[in-house]
């Protein structure tokens, strides 16, 4: 961990550990990075790294809405190439995994059995390279990969598929009502939101009647915990109840990366808020067979304290 970051620093899956000068940003942003809700994504560009041209400061503070958004939809763009490079092998093209346990969607079964999925409409919020949705569009589903950051989703297109692929931020979501009979997020999009609750009214408005919302996050119990996948990662340091948000923000005070912190009972509370029911609340153990390391997360503490958090959510 380099000097001034958090210890209690939370690293996104599947994002690379920022608090490690090898998995730092490279690339530069995208020069449209703005303005770009529903904009369709047409080029195939080769994977080009460039060094990152400061070092931003680790602190907690507030990160509104705004901010949070515009920092994220940069932070994603100049990091997407390394985080595809490093992370790409274990996402799988096709395999949708809901954590870095390695929990995959054919043995959770938690959209439903997959002979099920067949003709379903279905968003995935926070796609990435739309690996999910790529799995989704194998089971017969008809998936809609969203996600903020332009760069993500020219690795989508780059990887391949013929479903489409949507930029624009989950807050907003440029789709009618009522419009799918899914929707999942495997660590996209809610992590790193201001006002979760925003999002999931959003989610719930485009689902239709009887429709399911399925999402994965940083356990939060991982926020009383440093960031490190070894014996130091395994001793309290922070509240849990702090729900600063962690921000890195660059030499003029702006943040260029925001992670939001929900409690336990906070995450139930805006389900429950938005609309939904909550159904299902899993916390995937740490299976033999992974012996990977993703940034804080590892086999070691993995068979300690649960490192992530999916919430299974129907409409009515
Ligand atoms: C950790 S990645 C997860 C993506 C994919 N599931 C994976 O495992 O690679 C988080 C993704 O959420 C996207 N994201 C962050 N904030 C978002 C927002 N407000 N709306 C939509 N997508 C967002 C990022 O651009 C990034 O692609």
Redesign the pocket.
């Known amino acids: 961990m380099r000097e001034g970051a958090h210890p209690g620093r939370i690293t ?4 690379q550990n920022l608090s490690s000068e090898a998995t730092r940003a490279l690339g530069r942003p995208s020069s449209d990075a703005a303005g770009r809700v529903g904009r369709k994504i047409t080029t195939r560009e080769p994977i080009i790294q460039e060094p990152e041209a400061f070092e931003p400061e680790a602190t907690r503070r507030a990160a509104d809405v705004t901010e949070s ?1 515009r920092a ?2 940069g932070w ?1 763009d100049r990091n997407a190439d390394e985080y595809q490079i490093e ?1 790409g092998t274990f ?1 799988g093209d096709d395999r949708f ?1 809901w954590g870095p346990e390695g929990l995959d969607e054919v043995e959770a079964e938690l959209l439903g059995p997959p002979e099920e999925l067949k003709g379903k409409d279905v968003l995935e ?5 739309a ?2 949705a790529r799995w989704l569009a194998a089971q017969g589903a008809r998936p809609v990969a ?4 332009h760069r ?1 989703l020219q690795h989508a297109l780059r990887i391949g598929g013929s479903f489409p692929l949507v930029c ?4 907003a979501l440029p789709f009618a009502d009522a419009s799918f009979d899914l929707a999942c997020s ?4 809610l992590p ?2 201001a006002d979760p609750a925003m999002v999931l009214r959003e989610v719930r408005r485009v689902l239709r009647p009887g429709g399911r919302f399925v999402f994965s996050v940083t356990h939060p119990i991982r926020w009383a915990f440093p960031d490190e996948p070894g014996p130091e990662g395994l001793s309290v340091s922070n509240s849990y109840f702090d729900r600063t948000p962690y921000v890195e923000q660059d030499d003029h005070g702006r943040a260029v990366y925001v992670e939001h912190h929900r409690t336990l009972g906070d995450r139930v509370r805006d389900i429950v808020a938005s609309g939904f029911r909550l159904v299902d609340l899993v916390e995937p153990e740490w299976p033999a067979w992974n012996t990977s390391e993703w940034g804080g997360w590892s086999p070691l503490r993995g068979n300690l304290i649960p490192g992530t958090a999916i919430f299974v959510c129907e409409r009515d």
């Open positions: 996104p899956f599947p994002a958004a994220n939809r994603w992370h996402l995994v919020i926070g796609a990435g390279a690996q999910c969203l996600d903020l950051s993500q624009a931020d989950a807050a495997a660590y996209g999009a790193f939101v």
